[in-house]
């Protein structure tokens, strides 16, 4: 996407939504297609961000949205040591596979508050 003075937020829209996993809607953001197949192609791929983008969204962007982006959304000295232990590195899976990726822990203000069994 082109450079722009605008910072992008994104969030799952739950209850709305089948499940608060952000995963689709990441991939949906870099891959710009449907990742559930239902709807074929690829909406408006000019606007597709890059994987590095499509998280800043999901984390920082969001907990900036939020308004408690002095306390979430990132890992510093300082704020919430909130963050997840993935089953994959995102980075090293195609696009089209990133809404399989599933979280193995939980940690909330430093304490671990879920385990994948």
Do not use: C
């Not at 870099?30 to 999901?58: I, N, S």
């Not at 590195?89 to 069994?117: K, M, N, S």
């Amino acid at each position: 996407m082109e450079p722009s003075t605008t910072e992008i937020r994104s969030m799952v829209d739950w209850p709305v939504v089948p499940s608060p996993d952000p995963w689709p809607g990441i991939q949906g953001l870099v891959t710009r297609a449907d990742p559930t197949g239902t709807h074929p192609g690829q909406l408006w791929p000019a606007q597709a961000l890059t994987l590095d983008e499509a998280l800043h969204a999901y984390t920082l962007g969001a907990a900036r949205a939020m308004g408690v982006d002095d306390v979430t959304g990132s890992l510093a000295a300082g704020k919430s040591a909130d963050f997840v232990v993935l089953d994959r590195d995102p980075f090293a899976v195609p696009a089209d596979q990133l809404a399989g990726t599933r979280a193995e822990q939980t940690w909330f203000a430093g304490r671990q508050v879920y385990q994948r069994r």
